[in-house]
């Protein structure tokens, strides 16, 4: 698949988790990290924004153990969560 078109499928499947929360934090991860992930990168995120928002939110407040399989570079940047707005 052609690299612009995989980007903007997960770019729209980032943004779009069903509830806001999610939305800012997986699609605002998205949008500060995706233009510059290698395939492999993408990769891991589309096996990733399979799981559930639940559980995606409490890996990266580290309200819940983080699995095995997404362990590592990518978790620990969604973990900073320094690329979330902050409200004013």
Known sequence: MDRDIR???L???AWHRGTKE???MVGGFFDAY???WTD????WFETFIE???????GWAMNA???PVA????MMNALKKLDYIPVAR
Do not use: H, N, S
């Not at 997404?70 to 570079?73: A, C, H, L, P, V």
């Open 7 to 9: 980007l903007k499928r």
């Open 11 to 13: 770019r729209f499947r």
């Open 22 to 24: 999610a939305d800012l």
């Open 34 to 36: 995706g233009e510059g």
């Open 40 to 43: 492999a990168e993408m990769d």
């Open 51 to 57: 799981e559930q928002d639940v559980d995606i939110m």
């Open 64 to 66: 819940q153990p983080v």
């Open 70 to 73: 997404f362990e590592g570079t």
